[in-house]
């Protein structure tokens, strides 16, 4: 006990005593171990945030964001452009076995099912996160959920030939169900792997590879590349290429340091896998508050979803990570996509035009989330989530405006493209990005599972209610839907006012003890 209080009052040293306070050895060390890789300025030192991104770190990051999120965008955004083309095939598909036309209601219902059945699926692999990851590990869990990718790229891109929209149905549940768990699994995985002043930079890289396949499949559902009646089904079965690289270059990278000594129990290969990814043996600082997060876990139950709603120092930051999720969801930002055609249509661009527009929509939202990316460790989580939600609100009242007045004021339909895009990139600078990472800084080792799990299964369950509600929401409202999303924007601004803490450059103990004090207050 007392060569633990003596690590733990280490830890709390400030840098300039702690680094006083090492052995003539450790400095020595210290100064010969890749000294090329530090600041010009600090070469007689070596801090843990002088780590920066080693070539180690950017291919793990590579290698599972790569392979994971951009299946998750990718299949969002594929059966857009080709939705005629589906469409056919199913009415066509339909005629040749029951020798009728099956008529656009019956159509339109088989192509929603085949959709929204990506949501359901998402729903169930998110479900599974917090076994897959304690079972098989975060890097082990992405590895085998790639055979979800296999099958789906199988069932989907032999529809056709077979004359069979049900394996298309089959297909978009099993790469669902591929994306819910990799949307838990990855933002742990890059969380784990990277230092505590970059955890906030690496945990937006899943959002900007999202926004990324989104935007690469809308390209290449373009008539002049595969969205045509003959090359769709190839269209969607390309999901297997990011698949087939995770698994050529992942297996490359260590497991997550955490998982290894913390749920393994392993120090040594736990620190060869950290040495691995910060490019030198200078990694004490970062063992030791490992070690003291898995010695302190030990003295507490493993959490259960009993723990997590019972125990209020668990139960805020669980209610924090659902309502981040709902605020991403709920935002409208799929309602501003769903009217950014039209929008650019009325303005008098030619529907050629408008699908290029909308294409260059989604190519600031990737632009917006490189910045986000660049800022989060400078303006924080919270200002990031409290700017972009704001900035939300205002243009969902400007656009209802702009929408509702522009046939007796034409002018308003170029004010109306400011407002979408400005919408946009509101939504790219802070909620499209932080709730997917922000869960992970917000539990310890133990908890971090389960919380992942609850929090995605909400993200995908507010995806699909989204989905399901949103036409006939539009049908009754019409352009005032937005102001909906106003009231939900003001809600979710004044919730991350009062509850939301700042993490950047916080270690998960620092965060803990933030909602202990709050809960015994």
Request: proline fraction near 4%.
């Amino acid at each position: 006990m007392e060569l633990q209080m003596s690590e733990m009052s280490h830890l709390n040293l400030p840098e300039r005593e702690r680094s006083r306070s090492a052995s003539p050895a450790d400095s020595l060390t210290s100064s010969a171990t890749d000294i090329s890789m530090l600041p010009i300025s600090g070469r007689n030192t070596h801090k843990r945030d002088d780590y920066g991104l080693t070539s180690h770190l950017v291919f793990a990051i590579a290698s599972a964001a790569l392979g994971s999120s951009f299946q998750h965008g990718y299949n969002t955004g594929v059966t857009n452009i080709p939705q005629l083309l589906i469409q056919k095939f199913i009415n066509d598909t339909y005629y040749e076995r029951f020798d009728t036309l099956a008529g656009e209601a019956t159509v339109t219902y088989i192509f929603s099912i085949l959709v929204s059945i990506f949501c359901v699926g998402g729903m169930a692999g998110a479900l599974m996160t917090a076994f897959v990851a304690e079972r098989f590990g975060r890097k082990g869990g992405l590895l085998l959920n790639n055979v979800f990718v296999v099958l789906a790229a199988i069932f989907m891109g032999s529809s056709k030939s077979a004359g069979s929209y049900e394996m298309l149905i089959i297909g978009r549940f099993f790469i669902g169900f591929n994306s819910g768990l990799n949307a838990g699994l990855a933002p742990m995985y890059l969380a784990e792997i990277a230092p505590l002043h970059l955890k906030g930079a690496v945990g937006t890289v899943y959002q900007l590879v999202i926004t990324i396949s989104i935007l690469v499949s809308q390209v290449l559902g373009l008539p002049q590349i595969l969205g045509t009646e003959d090359h769709w089904p190839f269209l969607l079965a390309m999901t297997l290429v990011p698949s087939i690289f995770m698994l050529v270059t992942l297996p490359f990278c260590p497991e997550s340091p955490k998982y290894i000594l913390i749920t393994q129990g392993r120090d040594v290969s736990a620190q060869k896998a950290l040495t691995w990814l910060r490019g030198t043996i200078e990694v004490h600082d970062e063992m030791d508050e490992m070690r003291a997060e898995y010695e302190a876990m030990k003295l507490v139950p493993k959490v259960t979803l009993h723990e997590m709603w019972h125990n209020p120092v668990l139960r805020t930051p669980l209610l924090i990570s659902v309502m981040v999720m709902l605020a991403q969801q709920f935002s409208g930002i799929n309602a501003a996509i769903f009217f950014s055609t039209d929008i650019f249509l009325s303005a008098g661009l030619t529907a050629e035009k408008a699908l290029n527009a909308t294409l260059g929509m989604g190519s600031i939202n990737v632009v917006m989330t490189i910045v986000s990316l660049v800022l989060i460790e400078r303006a924080g989580r919270r200002t990031l989530l409290l700017t972009g939600l704001a900035g939300m609100m205002v243009m969902t009242i400007l656009l209802t405006i702009c929408l509702a007045f522009q046939k007796s004021a034409p002018w308003l339909s170029y004010v109306s493209i400011i407002c979408v895009i400005t919408f946009v990139i509101m939504f790219a600078i802070g909620p499209g990005s932080i709730p997917w990472f922000l869960v992970t800084e917000l539990f310890g080792q133990g908890a971090r599972p389960i919380a992942t799990s609850i929090a995605v299964t909400v993200n995908w369950s507010a995806n699909f209610i989204v989905g399901l509600g949103f036409l006939p929401l539009q049908n009754v409202m019409g352009v005032y839907t937005f102001l909906i999303f106003t009231a939900l924007l003001a809600m979710f601004w004044m919730f991350t006012y009062k509850y939301v803490p700042e993490t950047k450059n916080k270690t998960v103990e620092e965060i803990t003890a933030i909602f202990r004090q709050k809960a015994y207050q």
